[in-house]
């Protein structure tokens, strides 16, 4: 960013001659949340450029444009793109691709994708997986998730880069319709064509209802209008997960992805009538809706096709699809049987489970996830200051297992539970998990490093643990005024953004009068003679015995950034031994005021050195202080930037590219931190 008429503190000026760059943007810093030090360029000689270098991808990913270095980083998103454009015909519609994350192990990588397109059907907003096996330099396969290739290739991917469940669901579904195929009756095998998969009529049989097909082309088997009266359970045709959206006209549908990629969708279905909700799982015969006449319709129906791509818009796209029930006829009145009768009631969903609450990730919310519940349609979001759902209020419902709590206040911890909901009711309460509200110059550890560790053993490690911030652990242990019987203690070492100073305070949980082991205790009191020390300042003394579940203040200090810095706390202090517990917690540190970052110098190259590379590297040395630094060059001497400012992040050098020989050029560097 160019921040020419913005105030820096100058600290010393060189001139360097370097060859015109294009910068690469990696970040940028809010300059009005800046204080930065500048070290201006020495001057060199001409260099020698002989031809062009090549510049690096720059992919864009959240308006954050990234250098790619990897080589498996920059094949995954080139070859993702073209995989997802040639199955889904993208090329065809409009649509949007982000990639909004791509793993690398040892052998094999992994893409996240949000893939957005436009139809009759609306916006369809998907998140997909990509998966590779690479051998470090470039990768041998490429597949999506699920896909024929996927059941191949998913078993050589690292553990790290799968999820589980996904696996054993697809694999499961996958063999279940093999084993379908093949125990098919002889019947019905010589009404229909075989192929790798077959498909049962997607409503309840046992009644006349008449299906035909697409008028335009009526014996293609590709789509299907089946004249269901509205009010009729409509079933999974073939089992997959659950996506339910509403179309540009008012048409209700479902959409299910299934084992070999493909896409089933049922259209025109009844408002508000869906049974699951997004992501979940449903097998062959589930009832997923009821049948209707939303959007534009010639009277009550349920439309049913299967494409391999996932907007349902290109019709080259849709498939034969083949019913094991038998041939579909144009205008036939066959009453088909088939054998998903049975009721359709909905269960109650069962109780979510992996409840998660983010602690202090984001300043603006709180984000509590959760696994999807198969047969819910949608989730319920309850929050209480203390661990009971007596007193618990209602903050949302959600149809995605994700909800973020902006009402929550910064630093309060809060209790979660999450009930999955259908047409039939909701769950009871899942466990809790708390969570609390990040702010921002605010850094909070919720428990110590214990000296000697937590064993479970009174008696063997003289620690007691009971409930602290939140729900993390808190631990007690007796205290002593015996220097030779001091054992035990507790460090809490924070990363901290930048050079400054800091208020330190010490979390005090509330906890019940504790009945001691070894030696057999009933201790009443915590201490009020709590050591702790701040760095290498002196020890202070803090009563912590009043407290109950609030904060101790141990005073203001001055902290270098980084994990330098760091609080202990000991069990000796000047009070009778064994008479009082000493607590150990969480401990924040509040950002007061930031130190100005140290003047510091250039590397390399040297000033008026000559003959410089097309591709020079720029270094410099560190500033104490500095979180981050920025470049610039320019070919006029005038101690300004001319050009944008580029940041380097952390990193102390930069090679840079795209330069031009005999022309004298002027670099700068910066660093800088965030003020509170």
């Known amino acids: 960013m160019n921040t020419k008429g913005k105030s820096f503190l100058q600290l010393t000026k060189l001139l360097i001659i370097l060859i015109l760059v294009i910068g690469f943007t990696?970040?940028?810093?809010?300059?009005?949340?800046l204080f930065m030090v500048r070290a201006e360029g020495d001057e060199t000689s001409t260099p020698e450029a002989t031809e062009s270098p090549t510049l690096m991808p720059i992919f864009e990913n959240d308006d954050l444009q990234v250098e790619v270095q990897n080589p498996i980083i920059n094949q995954m998103k080139i070859i993702a793109v073209e995989l997802l454009t040639e199955q889904f015909s993208l090329d065809q519609i409009d649509h949007s691709i982000v990639i909004e994350n791509v793993i690398v192990e040892e052998n094999s990588a992994r893409a996240d994708i949000v893939l957005t397109t436009q139809s009759d059907l609306g916006e369809v907003v998907d998140q997909m997986k990509v998966y590779a096996l690479h051998d470090g330099n470039q990768l041998l396969q490429v597949f999506r998730e699920p896909s024929?290739?996927?059941?191949?290739?998913?078993?050589?991917?690292s553990p790290n880069l799968i999820n589980l469940e996904d696996v054993q669901f697809w694999k499961s579904l996958r063999t279940q319709e093999q084993q379908d195929l093949k125990s098919l009756d002889t019947s019905i095998n010589d009404n229909i064509s075989i192929s790798s998969v077959l498909y049962k009529l997607p409503w309840d049989g046992g009644t006349r209802y008449r299906g035909y097909n697409y008028l335009f082309a009526p014996e293609d088997n590709k789509h299907f209008d089946f004249s269901t009266p509205e009010g009729v359970n409509v079933r999974a045709a073939r089992g997959g997960k659950i996506k339910n959206g509403i179309g540009i006209y008012g048409e209700y549908y479902v959409r299910i992805l299934h084992s070999d990629g493909t896409y089933g969708y049922y259209i025109h279905l009844k408002a508000n009538s869906f049974k699951?909700?997004?992501?979940?799982?449903?097998?062959?015969?589930?009832?997923?809706?009821?049948?209707?006449?939303?959007?534009?319709?010639?009277?009550?129906?349920?439309?049913?096709?299967?494409?391999?791509?996932?907007s349902n818009l290109v019709e080259s796209s849709w498939i034969p699809v083949q019913f094991a029930e038998g041939v579909i006829h144009h205008d036939s009145l066959t009453p088909y049987s088939q054998n998903l009768q049975g009721s359709c009631t909905v269960s109650l969903p069962t109780t979510p489970t992996n409840v998660g609450a983010t602690d202090g990730t984001n300043n603006d919310y709180v984000r509590i996830s959760w696994n999807a519940v198969s047969g819910a349609t949608s989730y319920e979001v309850w929050r209480n200051v203390s661990n009971t759902t007596s007193g618990a209020t209602k903050r949302g419902t959600v149809t995605s297992t994700s909800y973020d709590d902006t009402s929550a206040t910064p630093l309060i911890p809060y209790f979660y539970w999450v009930k999955a909901c259908n047409s039939s009711g909701c769950s009871g309460y899942s466990s809790s998990n708390a969570g609390y509200r990040g702010q921002d110059g605010v850094i909070l550890l919720d428990r110590p490093t214990l000296t000697p560790p937590y064993s479970g053993d009174m008696c063997g490690s003289a620690w007691h643990q009971v409930t602290g911030f939140?729900?993390?652990?808190?631990?007690?242990?007796?205290?002593?005024?015996?220097?030779?019987?001091?054992?035990?203690?507790?460090?809490?070492?924070?990363?901290?953004?930048?050079?400054?100073?800091?208020?330190?305070?010490?979390?005090?949980?509330?906890?019940?009068?504790?009945?001691?082991?070894?030696?057999?205790?009933t201790i009443?009191?915590?201490?009020?003679?709590?050591?702790?020390?701040?760095?290498?300042?002196?020890?202070?003394?803090?009563?912590?015995?009043p407290l109950a579940n609030a904060w101790l203040s141990l005073g203001n200090f001055t902290f270098n950034a980084?994990?330098?810095?760091?609080?202990?706390?000991?069990?000796?202090?000047s009070e009778a031994s064994l008479t009082r517990t000493i607590s150990f917690s969480a401990m924040r540190f509040t950002l007061i005021s930031v130190s100005p970052p140290v003047a510091f110098n250039k590397s390399t190259p040297a000033n008026g050195v000559g003959s410089q590379s097309t591709t020079p590297t720029i270094s410099w040395n560190s500033s104490n202080g500095s979180t981050s630094y920025e470049y610039c060059y320019d070919t006029s001497n005038d101690n300004a930037c001319d050009s944008d400012w580029v940041s380097n992040g952390t990193a102390l050098s930069k090679t840079l590219n795209g330069l031009s020989a005999g022309t004298t050029y002027y670099w700068q560097v910066r660093g800088g931190h965030l003020q509170p």
Do not use: M
């Open 148 to 157: 024929e290739d996927y059941y191949l290739y998913i078993d050589q991917v």
């Open 276 to 310: 699951y909700a997004n992501d979940a799982t449903v097998v062959t015969g589930n009832c997923i809706a009821i049948s209707g006449n939303t959007g534009k319709t010639g009277g009550p129906h349920t439309h049913f096709n299967v494409t391999t791509e996932s």
């Open 562 to 573: 980084g994990s330098t810095g760091k609080v202990k706390l000991v069990d000796l202090n």
């Open 26 to 33: 990696i970040s940028s810093f809010n300059t009005n949340n």
């Open 470 to 521: 939140g729900d993390a652990k808190a631990f007690l242990t007796l205290n002593t005024n015996q220097s030779s019987q001091s054992t035990n203690s507790g460090v809490w070492q924070p990363t901290l953004p930048v050079t400054g100073v800091y208020k330190v305070e010490a979390y005090i949980p509330n906890h019940p009068v504790t009945e001691w082991e070894c030696p057999t205790k």
């Open 524 to 545: 009443s009191s915590d201490t009020s003679d709590a050591k702790y020390t701040v760095g290498e300042q002196p020890p202070v003394s803090r009563d912590q015995a």
